[in-house]
């Protein structure tokens, strides 16, 4: 699994998955620097929305999982 949103649980396999969803909406970039996220050492965060209906949650995920090597999901 790639993504799991926390609100409504909805789950994308692959980050193509993710990415291809019409209901991610892509709304920025947090610079992080040296900071763990479930123990992957990040230097950003790329935040989504999921606008599914009655979801609206702000999903963040670490930069380094859309790597082509590292985003195909498990």
């Known amino acids: 699994m790639f993504k799991k949103c926390s609100l409504c649980t909805r789950e994308w396999s692959s980050r193509d998955d993710f990415l291809n969803d019409p209901e991610n909406h892509f709304e920025g970039y947090v610079y992080l620097k040296r900071r763990a996220l479930d123990g992957i050492p990040v230097e950003g965060l ?9 979801c609206g949650t702000t999903l963040a995920i670490a ?8 985003g195909r999901g498990t």
């Not at 930069?63 to 590292?70: D, G, I, L, T």
């Open 63 to 70: 930069a380094s999982r859309f790597r082509s090597e590292e």
């Open 46 to 54: 790329l935040l989504f929305t999921h606008c599914h209906a009655q």
